[in-house]
């Protein structure tokens, strides 16, 4: 069966300092892969997908991740982080289920708190 | 600009009442996707249509329905909430095609309490 799994609920990083949200994933096939973001109050917002190809995706605020697929990671990574960067990142897998849908699957969310 | 909106953004309802949650999408999308969040467990999916009359159960349908009668509201209905519904739910929705690769565009949510 497919899944992603968020292995850290909260993180912690000192602003301008890089920051990593881990995702590890789980599914037969090719993996298509995506990362949310959810500020307080408000929807999830999308920041990047891999979809084929390099290995490195850029999106959305300077966030980046990378597809590594011996390891079944994918990694959210940000260079020097910002207090605004604050909020709770979901990462999420598409697959094709057994009736032909092709759903998203959500890990349980990490929370990135940006100290000052 | 083109967006989705959920109504009511906060809903207050008693064990047993029938409760509908509005999703409005301008962006002609024939995909949209009722989600809800729970502490612990990220977005579950409950039910999702791939176009007008089209609907399909997803990960926790049991209590939940849906109609799609236009491209641009997918309305959810509890049949009879329970406080087990108590929850934040989301709408999204994504564009037809491809559908793997296709990203999905999230509702402000709405925070449903039943007592």
């Known amino acids: 069966a497919q899944s992603v799994a968020q292995p850290e609920d909260q993180v912690n990083v000192a602003e301008g300092n890089p920051l990593t949200v881990k995702c590890t994933y789980s599914?037969?096939?090719?993996?298509?892969l995506f990362w949310y973001v959810q500020y307080p109050n408000r929807g999830l917002q999308f920041l990047l997908k891999?979809?084929?190809?390099?290995?490195l995706v850029k999106g959305s605020y300077g966030f980046e991740a990378e597809f590594n697929k011996s390891q079944t990671s994918f990694h959210l990574k940000k260079p020097s982080a910002l207090v605004s960067d604050s909020a709770l990142y979901f990462c999420a897998v598409r697959v094709y289920d057994q009736t032909g849908a092709n759903n998203l699957f959500f890990g349980t969310g990490t929370r990135l708190t940006v100290i000052p | 600009d083109a967006e989705i909106t959920q109504s009511p953004r906060h809903k207050i309802t008693e064990t047993g009442r029938q409760v509908t949650l509005a999703c409005h999408q301008t962006?002609?999308?024939?995909?949209m996707f009722w989600y809800r969040q729970d502490l612990g467990h990220g977005l579950r999916l409950i039910h999702y249509s791939y176009g007008v009359q089209d609907t399909n159960k997803g990960e926790v349908s049991d209590g939940y329905s849906v109609s799609r009668s236009n491209t641009e509201d997918l309305p959810l209905t509890l049949e009879s909430a329970a406080s087990s519904q108590t929850s934040v739910y989301f709408c999204?929705?994504?564009?037809?095609?491809?559908?793997?690769?296709?990203?999905?565009?999230f509702g402000p949510g709405t925070r449903l309490t039943v007592l």
């Open positions: 962006w002609n999308h024939n995909n």
């Open positions: 891999y979809i084929t190809g390099d290995n």
């Open positions: 599914v037969s096939g090719n993996p298509y």
């Open positions: 999204a929705s994504s564009e037809g095609l491809p559908p793997l690769t296709n990203t999905q565009y």
